[in-house]
């Protein structure tokens, strides 16, 4: 299958995603009681939101301006953080082109290469996933009550959590400093690659190599791992903040622990390949709401939405105005969406 028709396809997919779940989220729906329920919203509560996304987005800009150091020293910070804004909003319209987006917008803005820039991108991710899952760990071990709604007895699991978080932060600790060499790994399996992929599997070996330079650099290694975690706690913060704008979340055992389980089903719902996580978000945190701490249905709609809105909103209206700002163009976020992660 052509490589662009592909492309359309998937996009063409997420869509339709985006179209079914945000049926079943309001499937069934009194809009009348959603509405009257969105308006006894406190939003002075939800204006906090506002700092707390743009807080946690700088801190990405300047955790990748670390991740970027073998590549060019002194990167600036602003214009990494232009980089990261556009990014999330092409993924707001088009999912899974953002990264590539991103990786071309700081390269034509601080002119280094677009395929070591999304490198960086790469590994990012990967640090993102074993940075939240020894959060979580380390939370469900220090509020084992937010493990309530899913098991009988916390205190028989809760050493679990204790080993799970050390043993995520040991493998956090292994990737970076040996992370290098177990991708260099891969080109031994290249001649198992069909000919006609062999161009980029290597261009994919040599992203995550590129990637894994910081790893020449421990002196940065403090640094990632610090705003790794701080990263993650304003994204918590970001949903344990909104219990406190509905009275009617008084009472259903909502503390911090449980905005980090939160979190972890709102990061399934952004994994699957629907703009901007448009639908399956509020799915997924309307059911969670409802089935682990038993908020009603309309109150958890609201606070989706209310959450969602706020994030989607605000990556938008600022990616777009750095968009103009650094006159990127339609066309080229159609030519590296067309060109995906062959970078």
Excluded: C
Aim: net charge positive.
């Amino acid at each position: 299958m052509p490589l662009k028709l592909k492309k359309s396809l998937q996009i063409l997919l997420g869509f339709l995603l985006a179209a079914v779940f945000l049926y079943l989220a309001f499937r069934g729906v009194n809009f009348g009681d959603l509405w009257d329920s969105l308006q006894r919203v406190n939003y002075l509560w939800v204006a906090l939101l506002i700092p707390i996304i743009i807080i946690s987005h700088w801190l990405r800009a300047v955790r990748w301006a670390y991740l970027l150091s073998p590549v060019k020293n002194k990167l600036s910070h602003h214009k990494l953080f232009s980089a990261v804004m556009i990014g999330f909003m092409v993924n707001n319209v088009l999912p899974r082109v953002g990264e590539v987006v991103r990786a071309f917008a700081i390269g034509r803005s601080e002119g280094i290469s677009k395929s070591s820039a999304f490198g960086t991108v790469v590994v990012e991710r990967i640090i993102d996933m074993l940075t939240f899952l020894s959060i979580l760990s380390a939370v469900l071990f220090l509020y084992p009550h937010s493990l309530d709604p899913f098991v009988d007895d916390v205190d028989a699991v809760r050493p679990f959590f204790l080993v799970g978080s050390i043993a995520f932060l040991a493998v956090f600790v292994a990737l970076f400093f040996k992370g290098e060499s177990l991708f260099r790994l891969l080109n031994v399996l290249r001649p198992l690659v069909p000919r006609r992929y062999e161009e980029r599997y290597q261009r994919l070996v040599d992203s995550f190599l590129t990637g894994f330079s910081v790893t020449r650099r421990p002196d940065k290694f403090a640094m990632i791992v610090g705003l790794s975690y701080l990263m993650y706690f304003f994204y918590a913060l970001g949903l344990y903040i909104p219990f406190f704008a509905f009275d009617s979340l008084v009472g259903h055992n909502l503390d911090f622990g449980a905005s980090v389980i939160l979190l972890t089903i709102s990061s399934i719902a952004f994994a699957v390949p629907a703009p901007g996580a448009l639908g399956t978000y509020h799915s997924f945190i309307t059911v969670a709401l409802v089935r682990l701490y038993g908020v009603d249905g309309i109150t958890a709609l609201s606070f989706s939405i209310i959450t969602h809105e706020a994030g989607y909103i605000m990556t938008t209206v600022v990616g777009l105005f750095y968009f103009l700002k650094d006159h990127l163009k339609v066309s080229d976020v159609a030519h590296e969406a067309a060109d995906g992660t062959t970078v």
